[in-house]
């Protein structure tokens, strides 16, 4: 979540407006050729993207629109890094976060219908060591269920350390999976169901999900900028974007970034606009890319068939239901797929309109709330334009304002928050020994405390590393392992001579090691 220092609002207002004008399309159109499609994006779409990386929106982003035979529009703008400065390409890597869903959904569909794992049977048949607690059990959850957010189990522990601590591994997985916690059986997004449904894959297989994916549908579609290993991409040197978040006078380049111990398989991927053509090229061709059937039809077909059912709004698109690894939903009357990702720096739109023909792509590398509806401004209106929707002025402009509205409250709380922060007490030199330690919470993983160069205290648990600065009460401090969501930490004393026995974090109780 982040945002980016605001230059000139009018500008932006004057290119959103002309961007995204009333089209000469009197009704809807069938998808455009490659040509047309790009005339008419360019002439439009350009300068609205234009405009809001000038205005601060956005640092860079990566754009690509498709249909049935290729790119109709492929395009970046602004920087890969703000330090660096250098471009974004239609080639530049982006991480894509829970977009990766749609490729794990569509491997377990392809492993399914070749007879290695099925769908239907119980996650007890590839895990079989995994016991849990009563009312759970194993042999009545299935893989769909995990692959569509209805298997009825809860594990923050284990969502936590795939996404971002990167502490785990297979068998403390499958031990923490044991103290899942029940909760309906009815679609409840997470990102749990799809590392446990990939643990299975592995079993069945022998294989690391990385590797499947590589092989099965990476590698056969052409995906040659495409990787679950962040560290390939770095070794082999591609251009890779860097995450942002935006404060209220300056865009910050984060310093977490993602390793390949946080790269899992409900949000592990880096790719380009260039690939994920390719990618929405199989959804819209059922499975055919340059002329080869790839994928198997009735593979595709089973991810976009919505399995569980649930009714929600996102934006302008009201969701209907979730396939494997897809969602359905109904933009304004046209029937879209899609599955988009965020994470601290990084935003992904990937979605389709498969009566249409048409499909968009739009990553980025920042996720503050002022550039959070960039990605569906900027999909929605190039849907709008090349569907020669009437009345398009008239909507973008209200985007527009809101958008803008939405920026200067944004960096309006921003400094407020940060005032109030810097007016809190210091934490009394002689005290910050006290709060220093190792704490270890079974579920969670270990928290370090430790006083560096005897000024500051800085906490890490796994990859997250961050300083702890005053909070409200003498007993607390506050840290931002994840950029942007700072919170209290809450340390025990059982007097005022003594260290910490234990802190509390957003309700988890970490108990001092002893010795630590």
Request: charged letters at 20%; proline letters at 7%.
């Amino acid at each position: 979540m982040r945002i980016h220092p605001a230059l000139a609002m009018a500008a932006a207002l004057a290119a959103l407006t002309a961007a995204c004008g009333p089209r000469p399309s009197a009704s809807p159109a069938p998808a455009p050729s490659a040509s047309a499609g790009m005339d008419v994006l360019a002439d439009s779409l350009d300068p609205f993207v234009r405009g809001l990386v000038a205005d601060g929106f956005i640092p860079g982003v990566a754009i690509a629109v498709v249909t049935r035979d290729g790119p109709a529009y492929l395009r970046g703008f602004g920087v890969r890094d703000v330090h660096t400065r250098e471009p974004v390409t239609p080639e530049t890597g982006f991480y894509i976060a829970s977009s990766t869903k749609s490729f794990t959904g569509m491997l377990a569909a392809i492993l399914d219908q070749r007879g290695v794992i099925s769908l239907d049977a119980p996650l007890s048949r590839y895990l079989p060591e995994l016991r849990m607690n009563a009312p759970l059990s194993a042999d009545s959850i299935t893989l769909r269920a995990l692959l569509t957010h209805t298997s009825g189990l809860r594990n923050d522990a284990v969502v936590f350390r795939t996404a971002f601590s990167g502490d785990h591994d297979d068998a403390m997985l499958v031990r923490l999976l044991g103290q899942s916690t029940p909760i309906p059986r009815t679609y409840r997004y997470d990102n749990l169901g799809y590392v446990v449904a990939a643990l299975a894959m592995e079993r069945a297989t022998g294989r690391e999900w990385q590797d499947l994916l590589r092989d099965e549908l990476f590698r056969p579609l052409g995906m040659m900028h495409t990787t679950a290993r962040i560290s390939e991409a770095r070794a082999a040197g591609w251009p890779l974007a860097s995450p942002h978040l935006t404060g209220a006078d300056s865009v910050v380049r984060l310093t977490m970034e993602k390793q390949d111990n946080t790269m899992h398989p409900a949000g592990g991927m880096v790719t380009t606009a260039g690939d994920l053509v390719r990618w929405l090229q199989a959804q819209l061709n059922e499975g055919r890319v340059d002329g080869r059937q790839v994928v198997p039809q009735a593979v595709v077909r089973a991810a976009h068939t919505p399995h569980a059912m649930h009714t929600d709004t996102f934006y302008r698109y009201v969701r209907t239901g979730y396939g494997l690894g897809w969602q359905t939903a109904d933009y304004e009357g046209e029937r879209m797929v899609h599955h988009f990702g965020g994470f601290q720096g990084w935003q992904a739109h990937v979605s389709f309109l498969p009566d249409r023909g048409i499909g968009v792509v739009v990553l980025i590398n920042d996720s503050s709330p002022i550039g959070g509806p960039a990605p569906d401004l900027i999909a929605t209106c190039a849907y709008d334009l090349l569907l020669g929707r009437p009345g398009v002025n008239a909507r973008y402009a209200a985007e527009r304002e809101r958008l803008v509205a939405n920026a200067a409250e944004t960096r309006q709380r921003i400094r407020a928050d940060w005032e109030r922060r810097a007016a809190r007490p210091p934490t009394p030199d002689e005290r910050k020994p006290f709060f220093a330690g190792t704490y270890e919470n079974e579920m969670m993983g270990t928290l370090d405390v430790r006083l560096r160069d005897n000024r500051e205290l800085w906490a890490t648990l796994g990859n997250l590393s961050a300083r702890l600065d005053p909070f409200t009460r003498p007993d607390a401090l506050r840290v931002e392992l994840l950029p942007g969501s700072g919170q209290p930490v809450l340390f025990f004393f059982r007097d005022d001579r003594t260290p910490a026995d234990s802190a509390n974090l957003n309700g988890m109780v970490f108990r001092r090691r002893p010795g630590g």
